[in-house]
C-alpha cells in the first residue's frame, strides 16, 4: 500500500514509524517533513484525496493540529488515535484513511499497535449508508 506521511517535527518516534510501515511492506511517500502542522496535515490529506497515496499518517506533538488540517481536505477523514482498539474502530466503523499520531504520549509499542491495526482493519460493509452521510 502506498502510504503519504508526514510529520512537523522528526523525532524518534517518527523513525519507528517509518520504519514500521517500510517492514510492513508498505511504499512510503514522504510529503511534508519538519514543516509546520497545517502544511503537514494539508499536504497528507491532499495526497491521499487525490489518491497519490491509499491512505496517510501525520504526526505533530499532540496530534490534534495535524488532524484538523487533514481533515479540511474535502475527502479526508483523519482520525486522531491513542491505541491499537481506537485506530481499528477508526478504520471499521469510519473508513478513515489518515491516521494522526502525538508525538508526545505515544510509546513506541503503542504506535506499532496503531499501524498493524490501522492497516490491517478493513470497513465494516454495514456503515456504508453512514459513512456516505460525509462531505
Known sequence: MK???GT??????TGILL???GDAGHEVVLECVDQPWPQVGRSVGEAVA????DR????CWTGTGVSIAANKVA???A???TDGETAAGARRWNDANVLAVGLRLTSPAVAREMLDAFFSTEVDPGEA???AQLP
Open 79 to 81: 482520525a486522531l488515535c
Open 56 to 59: 496517510g499518517v501525520v504526526c
Open 8 to 13: 512537523d517535527e522528526s523525532t524518534e518516534l
Open 3 to 5: 502510504v503519504a506521511f
Open 50 to 53: 487525490s489518491g497519490v497515496a
Open 75 to 77: 475527502g479526508v477523514r
Open 19 to 21: 520504519r514500521a510501515l
Open 129 to 131: 449508508v453512514h459513512i
